[in-house]
């Protein structure tokens, strides 16, 4: 516990700039934890790949079973290109893709946001702390060096607490988008894949 007061007494020493911080903090850990799970719900993602060969064999029912049952972003799409095999798969499919796609990239802005945003606030601690502490150095000289120590320590803990803060998020950021990317690939590939299937077999 006296390690955890001793950290709490530092992120203190940062000046009212460390309650926007927190609440950043607070933020993008919510949102990582969010888009974790989101992303451990997509489960195998080869039944996509499973239901589509299933498609270019003909096996349209037994496709359109197994691309329902999976879950995934990608197989979303496969499913609402069977279903819709015999009006307009491709329009179903894009249409598919766009719902997805928001999936996809839910709370990715938020994320991007606290990036920009942490460091900003603390260079504006790292202003007010040596506003301060030349304001005291001005008024009373080198009487009272420990306040002016004091403001300059404002100053970099507020610093070094918004760099942290967007360090720590861009690694996660970068990890989701880099996965939102890959899976609009798949489904842009498979979607291709699969209305052209389904055009060999309507050819007389």
Request: hydrophobic content about 50%.
């Amino acid at each position: 516990m006296s390690q955890i007061g001793t950290l709490i007494q530092t992120l203190a020493k940062g000046g009212p700039v460390m309650i926007p911080l927190l609440g950043c903090s607070i933020v993008a850990l919510a949102v990582v934890v969010e888009r974790l799970a989101f992303w451990w719900r997509q489960g195998d993602q080869g039944a996509a790949e499973r239901a589509l060969e299933l498609a270019e064999r003909g096996k349209l029912d037994e496709a359109l079973e197994i691309a329902r049952n999976a879950g995934g972003v990608t197989a979303h799409v496969i499913a609402a290109g069977l279903a819709e095999r015999q009006v307009a798969p491709a329009v179903a499919m894009e249409a598919a893709a766009q719902t997805q796609m928001s999936r996809l990239r839910s709370y990715l802005p938020v994320l991007d946001t606290i990036i920009t945003l942490s460091p900003l606030l603390g260079l504006l601690g790292t202003v007010t702390g040596m506003i301060a502490a030349f304001g005291i150095l001005s008024t009373s000289g080198m009487n009272q060096p420990t306040a002016i120590t004091g403001g300059v320590a404002e100053a970099l803990i507020a610093t070094a607490a918004g760099l942290a803060i967007a360090i720590a998020t861009l690694v996660p950021y970068n990890y989701f988008t880099a996965r939102a990317e890959q899976a609009l690939d798949a489904m842009e590939r498979l979607a291709s894949r699969l209305d052209l299937a389904l055009k060999e077999q309507q050819v007389p």
